[in-house]
């Protein structure tokens, strides 16, 4: 899917490009009433004020977070009145908000607790490196509100590496309150590609597709290179009969036992797999740690 240029804009071109993206295949009814509505759906993906009462961040009383309807409650994100509307701007925002929070709920973890500031590649990187700003800033937020109440001071230096990436795109760093995420587009290439002395803290790899026919020959020498490190890394999966490729791919190559679960904080947009016309997919339904 195609998403805005990482700059701190208006959110609008992001639903237009996301439209567009989607055009080819199966039409998913929330991009449908998108299109139909435009104006409450863009109204529905600006999110609300920064300044979050500190009560909710510091002082545990803030309820656990545990899917896309507790984020937006804890936000208090403004959302239509309308039932339908409702759960279509959900479904709008949640498309949006997964990749932030899904590698927030990574860091709170499997990441929390190491020394700052924590290095993280983000390999095969696409629509991660064109991510508005204002969203990054929802990664912090998060991040910085741990389950248990303890909040901490998010450090974090993203590299955007993939053959995808626009290579000069300006390095962006995004704060708020003491928190910090700093994007560098890194590298415009295969991450096994680059010195062998270039290491992180963590790696991303969202819906790589590593155990797909026509996509795993291509990952073998990336995943060759950054598994077996004893480092934490985050697989996102599109499908259930994704996620058990990508698990039966990294048992037979690397004696890796790896346990997908359901991600609840999931886009819901649904889309046609390019590869099976009978196979719909959501971006990072299944997330699995490797640590």
């Given at each position: 899917?195609?998403?805005?240029?990482?700059?701190?804009?208006?959110?609008?071109?992001?639903?237009?490009?996301?439209?567009?993206?989607?055009?080819?295949?199966?039409?998913?009814?929330?991009?449908?009433?998108?299109?139909?509505?435009?104006?409450?759906?863009?109204?529905?993906?600006?999110?609300?004020?920064?300044?979050?009462?500190?009560?909710?961040?510091?002082?545990?009383?803030?309820?656990?977070?545990?899917?896309?309807?507790?984020?937006?409650?804890?936000?208090?994100?403004?959302?239509?009145?309308?039932?339908?509307?409702?759960?279509?701007?959900?479904?709008?925002?949640?498309?949006?908000?997964?990749?932030?929070?899904?590698?927030?709920?990574?860091?709170?973890?499997?990441l929390h607790g190491l020394d700052a500031p924590i290095r993280l590649s983000c390999v095969?990187?696409?629509?991660?490196?064109?991510?508005?700003?204002?969203?990054?800033?929802?990664?912090?937020?998060?991040?910085?509100?741990?389950?248990?109440?303890?909040?901490?001071?998010?450090?974090?230096?993203?590299?955007?590496v993939g053959p995808d990436i626009n290579s000069g795109t300006p390095d962006t760093e995004?704060?708020?309150?003491?928190?910090?995420?700093?994007?560098?587009?890194h590298y415009k290439g295969f991450l096994h590609n680059l010195d062998e002395t270039e290491?992180?803290?963590?790696?991303?790899?969202?819906?790589?597709?590593?155990?797909?026919?026509?996509?795993?020959?291509?990952?073998?020498?990336?995943?060759?290179?950054?598994?077996?490190?004893?480092?934490?890394?985050?697989?996102?999966?599109?499908?259930?009969?994704?996620?058990?490729?990508?698990?039966?791919?990294?048992?037979?190559?690397?004696?890796?036992?790896?346990?997908?679960?359901?991600?609840?904080?999931?886009?819901?947009?649904?889309?046609?797999?390019?590869?099976?016309?009978?196979?719909?997919?959501?971006?990072?339904?299944?997330?699995?740690?490797?640590?």
């Amino acid at each position: 899917l195609l998403v805005a240029r990482p700059v701190l804009r208006s959110s609008t071109p992001h639903l237009r490009r996301t439209l567009a993206g989607c055009r080819r295949y199966y039409r998913d009814p929330t991009l449908q009433w998108a299109e139909t509505n435009p104006e409450t759906a863009q109204q529905s993906l600006q999110p609300p004020g920064w300044n979050i009462p500190s009560a909710d961040v510091t002082t545990g009383n803030q309820s656990p977070i545990y899917s896309i309807e507790d984020y937006l409650k804890f936000r208090e994100w403004v959302l239509p009145t309308d039932k339908d509307e409702r759960e279509n701007a959900i479904s709008l925002i949640s498309h949006v908000l997964s990749t932030p929070l899904t590698i927030a709920s990574f860091y709170n973890r499997a990441l929390h607790g190491l020394d700052a500031p924590i290095r993280l590649s983000c390999v095969g990187a696409r629509a991660e490196a064109t991510l508005p700003n204002e969203y990054w800033k929802e990664f912090l937020i998060f991040s910085s509100s741990l389950p248990t109440n303890e909040t901490t001071n998010v450090d974090l230096i993203t590299d955007f590496v993939g053959p995808d990436i626009n290579s000069g795109t300006p390095d962006t760093e995004i704060s708020w309150n003491a928190s910090t995420i700093k994007l560098h587009w890194h590298y415009k290439g295969f991450l096994h590609n680059l010195d062998e002395t270039e290491t992180w803290d963590a790696c991303v790899l969202m819906n790589p597709g590593i155990g797909h026919d026509k996509l795993k020959p291509g990952w073998k020498p990336t995943l060759d290179r950054i598994l077996g490190t004893g480092r934490p890394g985050l697989l996102t999966a599109h499908s259930e009969k994704d996620a058990d490729r990508d698990a039966a791919l990294l048992k037979e190559s690397y004696d890796l036992d790896v346990h997908y679960e359901e991600n609840p904080f999931a886009s819901r947009v649904q889309y046609e797999d390019p590869f099976d016309q009978n196979h719909f997919v959501r971006p990072n339904h299944f997330m699995a740690i490797i640590k």
